[in-house]
């Protein structure tokens, strides 16, 4: 149920609608007939496309998208969620195609790989994702977090190791283009779990598909050489299919993928989360705090939000948001929760 689907239906609709109001207007000047003057028979009938406001005042604080930033908004912020040279995983058009329009249009971070789990079923996706050349990571224009010292505890979230954010020069992908368009459509997964390095991979599913296949291969070939998240919008993707749940660190609208079995360390503001797993505290407090573009989606909406199928793009806000707050409160900090609370709280006002 998306409009983009129907634009050719709904201007030939126009086109009939048109053709309606036209018979319309003549049968009325027939219906007037001698009693009117022929030159002004027609004219007297006009009044009648009046009728075509109705649709217009009706439907104009429902379809109107004035003021609506929320596309450009959550692709910067989610953009900004990962590391220099990181490759990113989504999900599906929603969650993809506005942070194309940012690194394209808008020159926001095309340091950063995306890998669309819906389009890596397609050997031109995967030949993209080969064949794609990365700009050189540039702080100036990037996110605060990533200067050092710009974090409110005073440790420098955003530095670079030693020698500054190295650009890799090797392909996301180490297989040839020939060999991406051999892979399957569809393979029986392998029995039990299968190791990249430390990481243990164990299969929720039966069969992966090419998709699933890309993904393993994305993992085996940058492991350790780039940091490779995955998107909150995935959903359980990455848990139920590929078994990484003990590897996985939220980090904003981000998971990023660890080597090693995540833990516990106070020193790094790793903690545990109900709502969200392993949670990077002080990335994701800097990340909401100071990153992201939270207004576009929590202003209210007279009528809610305007376009349902995407609306899982806002629940992305209330999800992080809103786990944040939750794990504020068990630790019983109400007074710093109650921001992000109340930002959750006014996002999925819009979605009711």
């Not at 109001?21 to 009693?35: S, T």
């Not at 299969?203 to 069969?207: K, T, W």
């Given at each position: 149920e998306r409009d983009y689907f129907f634009v050719a239906a709904f201007a030939f609709a126009g086109v009939l609608i048109a053709a309606g109001?036209?018979?319309?207007?003549?049968?009325?000047?027939?219906?007037?007939?001698?009693?009117v003057p022929e030159a002004r028979r027609y004219l007297m009938a006009t009044p009648v496309l009046g009728l075509a406001l109705i649709p217009l005042l009706g439907n104009r604080t429902t379809a109107t998208r004035a003021h609506e930033t929320i596309a450009r908004d959550f692709a910067i912020d989610i953009l900004e969620s990962v590391e220099p040279y990181g490759i990113l995983i989504t999900a599906g058009d929603n969650d993809t195609f506005p942070l194309w329009f940012a690194q394209e249009v808008l020159g926001v971070r095309r340091d950063v790989t995306l890998a669309n789990l819906s389009l890596m079923n397609t050997d031109w996706h995967l030949?993209?994702?080969?064949?794609?050349?990365?700009?050189?990571?540039?702080?100036?224009?990037?996110?605060?977090?990533w200067r050092p010292g710009t974090d409110d505890d005073g440790r420098p979230l955003g530095s670079a190791p030693s020698g500054g954010w190295v650009r890799p020069t090797d392909p996301v992908l180490a297989m040839t283009l020939a060999e991406l368009d051999a892979l399957p459509e569809v393979q029986q997964a392998p029995e039990g779990a299968i190791a990249i390095d430390s990481l243990v991979i164990r299969?929720?599913?039966?069969?992966l598909t090419r998709s699933d296949i890309a993904t393993l291969l994305l993992i085996r070939d940058n492991l350790g050489k780039r940091p490779i998240y995955f998107s909150w919008s995935d959903g359980g993707y990455p848990d139920r299919t590929l078994g990484l749940m003990p590897y996985l660190i939220s980090e904003g609208m981000v998971r990023r993928l660890s080597p090693v079995p995540?833990?516990?360390?106070?020193?790094?503001?790793?903690v545990f989360s109900q709502g969200l797993g392993w949670l990077n505290l002080p990335r994701t407090r800097a990340l909401l705090e100071q990153v992201y573009h939270w207004e576009g989606a929590a202003w209210k909406r007279p009528r809610g939000w305007v376009d349902p199928p995407s609306g899982s793009i806002l629940q992305l806000y209330t999800l992080v948001y809103g786990g944040y707050a939750d794990y504020l409160l068990q630790q019983g900090d109400t007074a710093e929760a109650a921001r992000p609370d109340s930002i959750s709280r006014a996002v999925e006002a819009n979605l009711r």
């Open positions: 109001f036209a018979a319309l207007v003549r049968a009325i000047g027939d219906w007037f007939g001698d009693r030949r993209q994702i080969r064949r794609r050349q990365h700009d050189d990571f540039d702080p100036s224009t990037a996110a605060a977090i299969f929720g599913e039966r069969y995540v833990k516990a360390d106070s020193s790094k503001g790793i």
